[in-house]
């Protein structure tokens, strides 16, 4: 940044604006899903946030980064929200038909998947020198649901300090609040993560033949509406969860349950899977096929956990087509 450019933005110049926050936006982004679970939230408060930002640009002194200003108008525009309109499913076991006794009834929460392709537009800048968790693991998904079950001040303040690094000073700024507030919202939030049933998830992992191949062993498997096959791939202690429906299913027998009693399982091609990605993890939309319409209408989303190239340790499914256009899908196919 510099002064000139700054200067121009004050004075009202929108491209010297866009040259200062542009490159902020991919991180804010992901900073705004962090705190809110959701995609299509976390761009709306990202909208805000730079509508925020040109409007007070005349008020900032520059005393901190401009980067760490922003940071302070999306955080303090996530909390406003949760505040004034927080997601909470609500009589979610209600929608749970003709499934199996669960394993366990988890708290229901607001959780979207993230694309992949929005993580490639972030800049490499490696995160502040307090950071204590790693940038591959809060992306994933555990570390994002895990971040959902907190209030929202100590997400926020989790986020800050462990992912970011900002130091506790900065944060007690941006949430004008004091150090010790911080400090202890922190513990707390680090308590949270520590007691977590199943620790958060390594994050993406590199590519290689042994992980396309577990992947598309389980694309054949579930087009082919083979509940055995699918099994075979799970590790044993693995997971399905449903995000916000409560109920989540632990190992082999329970999950195979599950997936026997539902229609997609009652017989082959009865679904199509479309392979994209998100949160660091190899992903699918699932399409139900109409054969009155001639079209495969879109049912869903997974995100496959991988436990290295041998096993998959969780599968999340989500029920909101609305991301969709997020990962560049349609929400019908030919055929």
């Known amino acids: 940044m510099t002064d000139a450019t700054l200067e121009r933005a004050r004075e009202g110049d929108e491209a010297a604006f866009r040259a200062l926050t542009d490159p902020h936006r991919p991180e804010l982004q992901l900073h705004c899903y962090r705190i809110l679970g959701s995609v299509q939230d976390a761009e709306d ?12 640009l005349a008020g900032f002194e520059g005393r901190a980064s401009l980067r760490s200003w922003l940071y302070r108008i999306a955080t303090n525009r996530c909390l406003n929200a949760l505040r004034d309109g927080e997601r909470r499913p609500q009589d979610m076991a209600d929608k749970v038909t003709g499934a199996p006794e669960p394993s366990r009834w988890a708290e229901p929460i607001w959780l979207q998947p993230y694309p992949d392709a929005l993580l490639e537009g972030l800049p490499d800048r490696a995160p502040g020198p307090e950071a204590r968790v790693e940038t591959k693991e809060a992306v994933g998904l555990a570390f994002v649901a895990g971040l959902q079950r907190m209030p929202p001040q100590q997400r926020a303040v989790l986020v800050l300090r ?15 609040t004091t150090e010790a507030a911080v400090n202890s919202a922190l513990q707390r939030a680090r308590a949270v993560v520590e007691a977590m049933p199943e620790r958060p998830d390594g994050g993406a992992l590199p590519d290689s033949p ?23 791939l799970l590790s044993e202690d693995a997971w399905i969860r449903m995000p916000p429906e409560p109920h989540e299913y632990q190992g082999r027998e329970a999950i195979g349950a599950f997936l026997s009693s539902r229609r997609i399982f009652q017989g082959a091609g009865q679904v199509r899977l479309v392979p994209t990605s998100a949160n660091g993890q190899p992903a699918f939309a699932y399409y139900l096929r109409d054969s009155h319409a001639g079209v495969s209408r879109a049912n869903g989303f997974f995100v496959l956990t ?21 990962f560049g899908l349609p929400r019908t196919l030919p055929g």
Do not use: C, H, K
């Open 45 to 56: 408060m990202v909208q805000e946030t730079m509508l925020a930002a040109w409007r007070g």
């Open 162 to 176: 462990d992912v970011l690094g900002f130091r506790a000073a900065e944060v007690a700024a941006m949430l004008e």
């Open 210 to 232: 042994g992980r396309r191949a577990l992947v598309a062993r389980f694309s054949e498997a579930f087009e082919a509406g083979d509940v055995e096959a699918v099994l075979e």
């Open 306 to 326: 991988l436990d290295g190239e041998e096993a998959i340790s969780a599968i999340t499914r989500f029920g909101d087509n609305g991301v969709l256009p997020y």
